[in-house]
Nanobody, 115 residues
Framework: QVRLVESGGGLVQAGGSLRLSCAAS????????MAWYRQAPGKQRELVAR???????NYADSVKGRFTISRSSAENTVYLQMNNLTPTDTAVYYC?????????WGQGTQVTVSS
């Protein structure tokens, strides 16, 4: 049973930083594609960053240079370091993997950036 548990969201001021964590069980973060998505109120869910088993990384243009995706095999956890946050980053952030023929999503964690 694949389970993704997120943590690290919260309320920060513009210019601040947060690190999101997604702890996986039932699958290995190093052998599956892992991704972070976000969804702001009234908007479609969008891809923020992804990392594949070979270590290749892709970012949305809007977060390049500010966000960093990484993973720890020892902790079986994927991270999203978010720096220089702006109010436009306010959204619910989700982690996702594709394993055993299915998509698996975390529960989402709220990130709110105040002006």
């Amino acid at each position: 049973q694949v389970r993704l548990v997120e943590s690290g969201g919260g309320l920060v001021q513009a210019g601040g930083s947060l690190r999101l964590s997604c702890a996986a069980s039932g699958s290995a973060v190093t052998t599956n594609v892992m991704a972070w998505y976000r969804q702001a109120p009234g908007k479609q869910r969008e891809l923020v960053a992804r990392i594949d088993p070979g270590g290749s990384i892709n970012y949305a243009d809007s977060v390049k240079g500010r966000f960093t995706i990484s993973r720890s095999s020892a902790e079986n956890t994927v991270y999203l370091q978010m720096n220089n946050l702006t109010p436009t980053d306010t959204a619910v952030y989700y982690c996702k993997t594709f394993y055993w023929g299915r998509e698996h999503w975390g529960q989402g964690t709220q990130v709110t950036v105040s002006s």
